[in-house]
């Protein structure tokens, strides 16, 4: 419910202050992919080159924000909404800073993901799907989740017992069965120079 009480309040740094200073625009790429199919990878492997050119940047991980904002959620579907209400408002909020933000979240449901675009704003979020077959992420399987998955140890767990929709009209899809990491980050990098989030310096 609204609290009448609390009022927004405008910082005095406009975006065309932050954007002559950082050499970017603020956005957010977010991520959304099956388990394994390489978020957290190609997320970290942005950000360092990104910082290495100057930009400011910072991944949101998916398991590095559920051991603090987010550890009081499960992973029913109303825990994954709520997850992804919190981590859009923190993006925003990273986004108004000036930041780049890279979020790395499977973030399976359609609705979740245009609430996120919605609460950032349209002209500000990169939906980038990492699009890998399940029988690729199941062979990589770095931390053995598919198996407890399979054997019915893991409840709720995307691509087995629960749902993943996959994007409709992605600004990016990156076939990561087919491709190194280092070739998606230059597909992403590629994409925000010729979006002029990132000016050339």
């Known amino acids: 419910m609204p609290n009448n009480n609390i009022t927004w309040h405008d910082t005095k740094v406009d975006s ?3 954007l002559n200073l950082l050499g ?5 790429v977010w991520l959304t992919g099956l388990s394994a199919s390489g978020k957290s990878t190609i997320a970290f492997e942005l950000e360092k080159l990104l910082l290495h050119a100057g930009h400011n940047a910072y991944v ?7 051991h603090g904002l987010c550890q009081d959620l499960g992973f029913s579907e109303k ?5 992804i209400r919190r981590i ?20 399976p449901y359609i609705k979740d993901r245009e609430s996120a675009r919605s609460i950032i704003g349209a002209g500000n979020f990169v939906e980038t799907f990492l699009d890998t077959p399940i029988q690729i992420c199941e062979n990589r399987d770095p ?13 709720n767990f995307t691509g087995i017992s629960a749902p993943y929709e996959s994007p409709t009209n992605p600004e990016l899809r990156l076939e990561t069965g087919q491709m190194t990491a280092d070739q998606s980050v230059k597909i992403i990098l590629d994409y925000l120079f010729s979006q002029k989030f990132i000016l050339p310096k």
């Open 60 to 66: 949101l991980d998916g398991d590095n924000i559920r």
């Open 143 to 155: 931390k053995g989740l598919y198996r407890k998955a399979r054997a019915g140890e893991l409840s």
């Open 24 to 28: 970017h625009k603020p956005v957010t």
């Open 88 to 107: 859009a408002e923190v993006a925003k909020l990273m986004n108004n800073a000036g930041l780049i933000v890279i979020s790395a979240f499977i973030s």
């Open 16 to 18: 065309a202050t932050r």
């Open 79 to 83: 825990d994954r909404h709520e997850n």
